[in-house]
């Protein structure tokens, strides 16, 4: 297929990609996520055998399925966004490394944790799904961090990236506290998700864990928003750029400036709805889950979630990997994307595929609806996890 | 600037990761469509055996599932952190069909690897042999989406470079897709693992036979693991992955190694079944040769000649002259993209850019490169031959021994007498052989591809991120004990799973129930299985 054929022209194919890249994250933030947060919540709302297993049997049918949404993003990156995916994963090449060992207890926590009765070796597994829900959570949000304080890499003249700064600089008090953001965020989403599955006492843990996180998300997602408007400089792009022309980075000029992660805000102030539905969903959380309302309660979290997600994402725009040591070589929507024929050629796969996606999750959600109490375990022992 | 330690151990930690990755998806895309096929006769007949035999081996899919899915995430993010020069190289293409690969497959396979669990009690017989299948389906897609990239990489079609981007860029899509390569590798790889699947199911069918339990379960697994194998051993025989390989300059470079053929020899190219390469002399001692065997095999003609080592050698040396003269117009280019001489000369060398870049090997600036040096790039093409002769026969050898095991079974389930302790005893022993052949197999596939990450274009080394040591060393080391640790429980898990066997009364409660009663809760006329000495377990 020609390139003249294509009929969306490229800026847009580029918007609608970042649009689809921040859909891909908000799906597992809203799906996976619960499941990192029930994770996170297991030691402390469960503290017996049988109530572990209710809380974990509660995401145990759909949580495999949650999880693509996560390798689904990486993949999506890797073919609309390379340099982005290159940059991004190298970068936090040891972050990255204790993500995906965290990531990988998850799976075979899951399923080999019933395999054997034994006291420590549930123990054992129940660490593991801990550490697999909080660790992530935790990067999930120090990736962001750092992404809004731009990323010491720059990109010579062949498009290599080279490095500059440490491990410890990824770990500075400003990503720390996205990471609380982001565990907060989760951890809410999470219990709620565990009061409308469970009953008794873990949902009546899983209730205060619930107004606990939501009032710590609200302070700290407010605090990381005044942390922005007075310390942490924004980038900006000096001077022409060509959102339709061939993916340089090194094309533009660009410098930092404080506030102007606030200037898409005042410019459109109907974007407001994002950082909006990340106050109100997490008030709303409270309030549900004070009133033990199960399944409008986690439609509240989870757009919460959505909401904070795309905050972060909309602030950026057109920025997606500022760079601290070369801003030149930032990584914006428009000069970092992949060519106008793959763009198309994977928009027209994802218009096809994901609607299917949704409608045989959907399916799946529902058939597995219901709450999963210690009887239900005790009289499935064998099949479940 | 590149890091030659960094390149070792990256490619170190790649090979191990993907081996170990590829010893769970094998036995994923075989038992799946095994569970299936199980199912499907469970719905037909309605005996509940099946059943139960779904279930069973469905429980150990589940323990091997978990392994593959968690070896798998590692995999798709090491490009980035490992391979960011290769992920911006090519990402424009080969990210393509790993996007896809989540869209369509992943996504199918682990949602409904749930319902499959724990959908029993909420689905209708048929509802939930649906949900089998999409299981199924979802992995063998899964295969074919990432075999399309591996294939990309081995014959880069459909893509052409960009000095406005500096990185390849897709042309065509369809090319992408219907790449041959990926066409026979998705044959070939499949074919295996459905293999894999059926030694498994066979090999643990016929230990329970050795031990006198669960009878009539492990005849029934034996008969569905005979045919099931016997007809994929025969396919991944006959669909072998080297019909692709005569296609491209470095496919035929592999192809050259793997035969030890350092001439150019007439058509139809002879054989050679056994001998000792030595790559000092470009010799192969003691060699036992097969007249016309590899030129049918490889070209599926007599008359189409394939090139030798030496030959292929002397081609490279002329690109790499080329790709100079690519790089020297590319440079042009960047400075002035208006340089219309320049622009020409990239048109009609720009395909051997790649070569030039071999040279980073033996000079810093290619464009400066001394003859000796061009000679050394060249020369640097031919993969190591010696590993790749040996374990290309080896793989070679198991399948074809895997197809006279299954002849063999097929031939003892049909005339239901299940083997003697001999067959019975060389069905358990061969359980680890599928995996010995699958792991040589891809040996010889990513080795013989070497010195390229994608073949022609990009050299590994080239590939690498710009990581301090000191982190490769640590992440390979992370993966390396995190990986055993992960595979001793996966091990012993099994073993634990496949002594309990299926569930079933134990022998001891039998004797407190009684003299066994012939089950008739299904009437004998339908038994489809030669179960002549039904047993209470069943």
């Known amino acids: 297929m020609s390139p003249d054929l294509i009929p969306i022209d490229y800026a847009t194919l580029r918007v609608l990609w970042w649009a689809i890249l921040g859909v891909l994250l908000i799906g597992f933030g809203v799906l996976g996520g619960s499941d990192l947060g029930v994770g996170t919540l297991l030691p402390f709302v469960a503290r017996h055998d049988a109530e572990r297993r209710v809380a974990i049997n509660a995401i145990g049918p759909t949580w495999e399925g949650n999880q693509v949404w996560f390798v689904l993003g990486g993949g999506a990156a890797f073919a609309a966004w390379p340099q982005v995916y290159a940059a991004s994963i190298s970068v936090f090449y040891s972050v990255m490394l204790v993500l995906v060992l965290a990531l990988i207890l998850r799976p075979v926590g899951f399923e080999y944790r019933n395999k054997v009765s034994h006291r420590r070796w549930r123990a054992l597994w129940d660490w593991c799904l801990f550490t697999g829900g909080a660790v992530p959570s935790f990067l999930f949000g120090v990736a962001f961090g750092n992404l809004l304080q731009g990323i010491p890499f720059r990109l010579d003249e062949t498009m290599r990236l080279s490095y500059e700064g440490s491990v410890l600089g990824l770990l500075n008090p400003f990503a720390l506290m996205c990471g609380l953001v982001s565990v907060s965020m989760l951890v809410m989403h999470g219990g709620m998700f565990l009061v409308m599955k469970t009953e008794g006492a873990v949902r009546e843990r899983a209730r205060t864990a619930v107004r606990w996180s939501s009032c710590v998300l609200i302070m700290l997602f407010g605090f990381g928003g005044v942390c922005v408007f007075f310390w942490i400089k924004g980038y900006v792009i000096t001077g022409a750029i060509d959102p339709g022309g061939p993916s340089d980075p090194l094309a533009k000029a660009v410098t930092r400036s404080l506030g102007a992660w606030y200037t898409n805000y005042a410019e459109h102030g109907w974007l407001l709805v994002a950082p909006g539905l990340g106050f109100a969903g997490a008030i709303l959380g409270f309030a549900a889950a004070t009133f033990r309302i199960g399944m409008i309660g986690l439609w509240c979290t989870g757009l919460s979630v959505a909401g904070v997600i795309a905050t972060a994402g909309i602030s950026m725009f057109p920025f997606i990997l500022p760079s601290r040591a070369h801003p030149q070589s930032s990584l914006t929507v428009w000069d970092a994307s992949s060519s106008p024929l793959t763009l198309f050629m994977m928009l027209a796969a994802v218009v096809i595929l994901l609607p299917l996606v949704l409608i045989y999750t959907g399916w799946v959600i529902r058939l597995m609806r219901g709450k999963v109490s210690p009887n239900y375990v005790r009289d499935n022992a064998d099949v479940l996890y | ?538």
């Open chain 2, 1 to 538: 600037m590149i890091d030659f330690d960094v390149v070792a151990l990256s490619r170190l930690q790649f090979g191990l990761t993907a081996m170990y990755h590829f010893l769970f998806v094998p036995l994923t895309i075989g038992l799946s469509v095994i569970m299936a096929i199980m199912e499907s006769v469970y719905v037909m007949t309605g005996r509940t055996v099946w059943r139960d035999m779904t279930k069973f081996w469905g429980k150990l899919f589940g323990i091997n599932f978990a392994m593959g899915v968690a070896t798998g995430i590692t995999m798709e993010f090491q490009f980035g952190t490992n391979w960011a020069y290769y992920s911006h190289y090519v990402g424009d293409v080969f990210g393509v069909p790993l996007a896809i690969e989540g869209l369509m497959a992943f996504f199918l396979e682990s949602t409904f690897i749930g319902v499959f669990f724990f959908g029993w009690d909420r689905l209708s017989r048929r509802k939930h042999l649906a949900v089998t299948w999409l299981l199924a389906i979802g992995a063998n897609l899964s295969a074919l989406w990432i075999l399309i990239a591996n294939a990309w990489m081995q014959n880069p079609v459909g893509a052409k470079f960009s000095y406005e981007t500096m990185r390849m860029e897709l042309t065509s899509l369809w090319e992408v897709f219907f790449n041959p390569v990926a066409q026979a590798k998705f044959v070939h790889t499949v074919s295996a693992s459905y293999v894999t699947g059926a030694t498994f199911v066979l090999s643990i069918s016929a230990y329970y036979l050795l031990r006198k339990r669960h009878r009539g379960f492990a005849r029934r697994s034996m008969v569905v693991a005979a045919s099931f194998g016997l007809a994929s051993a025969l396919s991944v025989a006959v669909l072998g992955d080297e019909s692709g390989y005569a296609l491209t300059d470095h496919q035929k470079m592999k192809l050259a190694a793997i035969e030890a053929m350092w001439e150019t020899e007439k058509a139809p190219a002879a054989f050679t079944v056994f001998g000792w390469p030595d790559e000092k002399t470009q010799t192969t001692k003691w060699a036992v040769r097969v007249p016309y065997a590899l030129g049918i095999i490889a070209t599926r003609s007599l008359n189409t000649e394939l090139p030798g080592i030496k030959d292929l050698v002397k081609t490279a040396e002329g690109r790499v002259r080329n790709g100079i003269l690519a790089l020297k117009a590319l440079r042009k280019l960047r400075k002035n993209k208006k340089d219309a001489e320049a622009r020409r000369v990239f048109e009609t060398h720009g395909k051997h850019l790649g070569y030039a870049l071999l040279l980073r090997r033996h000079i810093a600036d290619p464009v400066k490169a001394n003859e000796d040096q061009i000679k050394l790039a060249a020369r640097d093409t031919v993969p190591s031959v010696l590993p790749l002769f040996w374990t290309f026969r080896i793989m070679v050898g198991i399948g074809l021994f895997l197809i006279l095991l299954f002849a063999w079974a097929f031939i003892e389930t049909t005339r239901q007498r299940f083997g003697g302790r001999i067959f019975r005893w060389v069905a358990l022993l061969s359980l680890p052989l599928p995996w010995v052949a699958a792991e040589l197999g891809w040996f010889v596939a990513e080795h013989g591809r070497q010195p390229w990450v994608i073949e022609g274009l990009l050299p590994t080394f080239m590939g690498a991120s710009n990581v301090p040591l000191a982190n490769v060393i640590l992440s390979l080391t992370a993966f390396i004990l995190f990986y055993s640790a992960l595979l001793a429980v996966d091990i012993f898990l099994m073993v634990k799973y496949i002594r309990r066997g299926p569930p079933g009364p134990k022998p001891d409660q039998r004797l407190l129930a009684g003299p066994p009663e012939p089950q008739r809760t299904e009437p004998p006329a339908r038994q489809p299985m030669p179960a002549q000495q039904p047993l209470p377990n069943e």
